[in-house]
Antibody, heavy 120, light 106 residues
Framework: QVQLVQSGSELKKSGASVRVSCKSS????????MNWVRQAPGQGLEWMGW????????TYAQGFTGRFVFSLDTSVSMAYLQISSLKAEDTAVYYC?????????????WGQGTTVTVSS | DIQMTQSPSSLSASVGDTVTITCRAS??????LNWYQQKPGKAPKLLIY???SLQSEVPSRFSGSGSGTDFTLTISSLQPEDFATYYC?????????FGQGTKVEI
């Protein structure tokens, strides 16, 4: 079945880096763009940007430029989110979400989420 | 950026009730509006896309309507598993933006 499986929870110190992985299965990876969404504790959903899984071209929302990097390994149908120079305010659950790319953009398959906790 | 405003922020309802959640965009987004359901500790789930199209395997008690700036999600005959937080999201212009959420509780 179509699914996205993300890497496990991370506990990091301020200033460190973290990489979250998102493994897709059950569909052709390069046919669907991949979004990244952040949810801070007790807060709503915030779109971070997306990556074209065909070309590898990322697009970042304002506020997610510089320290955030989206990348791919198409040979294993994986998408990655790397965050460098971690800050306490990066503590959140990070989701990858496939864009169904039918009629219009909508995020139809989601990973289970990866909790990143940043401590000082 | 397009601002999405949901109302109410929370509501109390009972099993069997009909519930209506409203989402307003800060400018016209035509029909590029999606609805998601999120339960505690779980990932969001797509319910409705392009304002009124029901996602596969989503029960027909969920329906969406609207265009331009005003949209509605209706849940008919509320079931116990429907108690959750609901988010609207516009896909008219990037950055995609979400409403702040509506928590449906007993």
């Amino acid at each position: 079945q179509v699914q996205l499986v993300q890497s496990g929870s991370e506990l990091k110190k301020s200033g460190a880096s973290v990489r979250v992985s998102c493994k897709s299965s059950g569909y052709t990876f390069s046919d669907y763009p991949m979004n990244w969404v952040r949810q801070a504790p007790g807060q709503g959903l915030e779109w971070m940007g997306w990556i074209n899984t065909n070309t590898g071209t990322p697009t970042y929302a304002q506020g997610f430029t510089g320290r955030f990097v989206f990348s791919l390994d198409t040979s294993v149908s994986m998408a990655y989110l790397q965050i460098s120079s971690l800050k306490a305010e990066d503590t959140a659950v990070y989701y990858c979400a496939r864009d169904q790319n039918v009629e219009a953009s909508a995020m139809d398959v989601w990973g289970q989420g990866t909790t990143v906790t940043v401590s000082s | 950026d397009i601002q999405m405003t949901q109302s109410p922020s929370s509501l109390s309802a009972s099993v069997g009730d009909t519930v209506t959640i409203t989402c307003r965009a800060s400018q016209s987004i035509r029909r590029y509006l999606n609805w998601y359901q999120q339960k505690p500790g779980k990932a969001p789930k797509l319910l409705i896309y392009v304002a009124s199209s029901l996602q596969s395997e989503v029960p027909s008690r969920f329906s969406g309507s609207g265009s331009g700036t005003d949209f509605t999600l209706t849940i008919s005959s509320l079931q116990p598993e429907d108690f959750a937080t609901y988010y609207c999201q516009q896909s008219y212009n990037t950055p995609w933006t979400f409403g702040q959420g509506t928590k449906v509780e007993i």
